[in-house]
């Protein structure tokens, strides 16, 4: 799904008073977050490092006790709170990673927290942060986005005279995902060259950019987003925070429709490149990590691995960090991934079948029309009676992306091609 975008005139980063995280702050939460988070171990990745010719390591804040890098910047804003803000509780939404972060933080420090999660949340997530929360939270499931959470939140968060913990744009929530920064110049003993992380809203990727300004100005930034859902790239090439009126939600936890006033200027003024990645190839990482490396991640905590093979050249002989940010991933939508991974690599293709009118047409489509390697995976008749004069849907999936081009011909030399459906997004919507 395309991305629309509008310039959002009415508040933008001009909104906030002028704010860089200062290393005194996030040393500070540093100390503030030791008791709850832990720090992640940077992994070599082997298989990476080979394929790309690059020393690739993995920052795993999968590992985190919540499965995420965001119970750093959860636990540092809320307990920066005085004891009567505390006391009246606090209000958030999120996606999934910050709502577990804050339920930890509130059940920690005794603290009422009310949760606005999107409805479409897997449901993962959402029992995740229930059990992380247990009875000092409540989850409250509202709207298709983040944003429209959001929205409904500030409202919620205003009558009840609550503070509201900003998922990303908020000094004290930046200052505690900076940590990772200061994790990172601990753990290596060489100069790294570039790090790569996760853009949705952009906390992460300020707090990094804070760090490595003040203690490693050659380090090099790199931000990447959803192809469907780059929010951060077009605001900075627009020079504007910009709102995306339609957004692919698919990667939850980096897909919203406009970043932060704190974070877009840090961003803007301090990350080396903006990259976005398609979703599908985000689906590929995330089952070649889980099959080839054992690591399980949700679709943003693979953008950084999905990322590299658009640097490939630049980061020859180079140190490179990717931050893994999480690896809350529901086991539901294996399938999903799967079949994205699949359509990307162009080896899973649709057709309109329009079986000939004769004997056994349906036999000599398997038989002589298939290659000996192609798979059927989808198969349905568009009509319950007469079946054998109707056209099909039919799912297959390919080996080898070179397989298509005869495949097609031979359906069309036999008079069995109806229709390619891949290119027709208005009927491909329908079946995946």
């Known amino acids: 799904m395309k991305s629309s975008t509008r310039t959002n005139r009415t508040k933008g980063a001009q909104d906030v008073p002028p704010y860089f995280p200062q290393l005194e702050d996030i040393q500070r939460a ?42 750093r910047g959860a636990f540092n804003k809320i307990s920066a709170l005085t004891k009567q803000e505390l006391d009246n509780g606090v209000v958030c939404a999120s996606a999934g990673n910050h709502a577990q ?32 929360g247990g009875d000092w939270v409540e989850v409250v499931l509202e709207g298709d986005t983040f944003d429209d959470s959001y929205k409904a939140s500030r409202e919620f968060c205003e009558m009840e005279k609550k503070v509201f913990v900003h998922p990303f744009d908020d000094p004290k929530t930046i200052e505690g995902q900076a940590t990772i920064g200061l994790e990172l110049l601990k753990q290596t003993q060489e100069p790294i060259d570039y790090v790569f992380v996760a853009v949705g809203g952009g906390g992460l990727a300020s707090g990094l950019c804070a760090v490595f300004k003040q203690l490693s100005s050659q380090t090099k930034i790199i931000g990447i987003e959803p192809e469907g859902a780059p929010s951060m790239r077009k605001s900075i090439e627009k020079g504007a925070l910009v709102e995306l009126s339609n957004i692919d939600k698919f990667i939850d936890g980096a897909a919203v429709q406009k970043v932060g006033a704190y974070t877009f200027p840090i961003c803007r003024d301090h990350l080396y490149k903006m990259e976005t990645v398609p979703e599908g190839k985000v689906c590929q ?59 990307y690599g162009n080896l899973k293709h649709y057709f309109i079948v329009r079986f000939p009118q004769r004997p056994g047409a349906l036999k000599e489509f398997v038989a002589d029309i298939l290659g000996p390697t192609d798979d059927i995976t989808h198969f349905e008749y568009s009509k319950k009676s007469s079946r054998e004069n109707a056209p099909a849907v039919v799912g297959i999936e390919l080996k080898s992306p070179e397989d298509l081009d005869p495949l097609i011909a031979r359906m069309k030399a036999n008079n069995f091609f109806g229709d390619y459906l891949n290119d027709k997004p208005d009927l491909f919507q329908y079946l995946v």
């Not at 010719?53 to 919540?66: H, P």
């Not at 509130?106 to 942060?129: A, E, S």
């Open 101 to 132: 972060g804050v339920a930890f933080a509130c059940h920690h420090l005794g603290v009422r927290g009310t949760i606005f999660m999107p409805v479409v949340t897997p449901k993962q997530k959402i029992d995740q942060t229930k059990m992380f």
């Open 285 to 343: 990482s995330i089952l070649e990590l889980y099959n080839r490396d054992a690591i399980v991640v949700e679709p943003a905590g693979a953008l950084t691995i999905a990322a590299l093979e658009n640097f490939r050249d630049e980061i020859t002989g180079k140190n490179v960090v990717c931050v893994i940010s999480g690896s809350n991933n529901d086991i539901t939508r294996t399938a999903e991934i799967k079949e994205r991974a699949l359509l």
């Open 30 to 71: 540093a100390k503030v977050i030791e008791p709850v988070a832990g720090e992640t171990p940077l992994q070599p990745s082997i298989r990476l490092s080979k394929q790309l010719g690059a020393n690739i390591l993995l920052k795993r804040e999968d590992l985190q006790r919540v499965r995420s890098y965001k119970i």
